[in-house]
């Protein structure tokens, strides 16, 4: 049983930079690959961005590219989002995948079995 504990959310301006993390427990990630997805009220949950079990090769969603960038530590079991210049449009709860099943591009929801609760970032004009 894996869990994935996202923390690093809260309220922001638009402009600043927020880090989130995230946290396994229970097995081992690093033979895995994770991601970050994102959902905004009365959307559907969209992918962010996605890094593999080495952390050598990242993939972006169009609408971060340049502005966010993930990293993981496999020693600390951990992936991390750097959210850079944040927008109001990208208030959402982010969480944390693991586990990628499917290798479709870009990578939906349904690609990853393992998945973390979330946590708010909320971005003020």
């Known amino acids: 049983q894996v869990q994935l504990v996202e923390s690093g959310g809260g309220l922001v301006q638009a402009g600043d930079s927020v880090r989130l993390s995230c946290a396994a427990s229970g097995r081992t990630v690093s033979s895995y690959g994770m991601a970050w997805f994102r959902q905004a009220p009365g959307k559907e949950r969209e992918f962010v961005a996605t890094?593999?079990?080495?952390?050598?090769?990242?993939y972006y969603a169009d609408s971060v590219k340049g502005r966010f960038t993930i990293s993981r530590d496999n020693a600390k079991n951990a992936v991390y989002l750097q959210m850079n210049n944040v927008k109001p449009e990208d208030t959402a709860v982010y969480y944390c995948?693991?586990?990628?099943?499917?290798?479709?591009?870009?990578?939906?929801?349904?690609?990853?079995?393992?998945w973390g609760q979330g946590t708010q970032v909320t971005v003020s004009s």
């Open positions: 890094i593999n079990s080495s952390g050598g090769s990242t």
């Open positions: 995948a693991a586990n990628r099943l499917r290798f479709r591009v870009p990578p939906t929801r349904f690609d990853y079995a393992w």
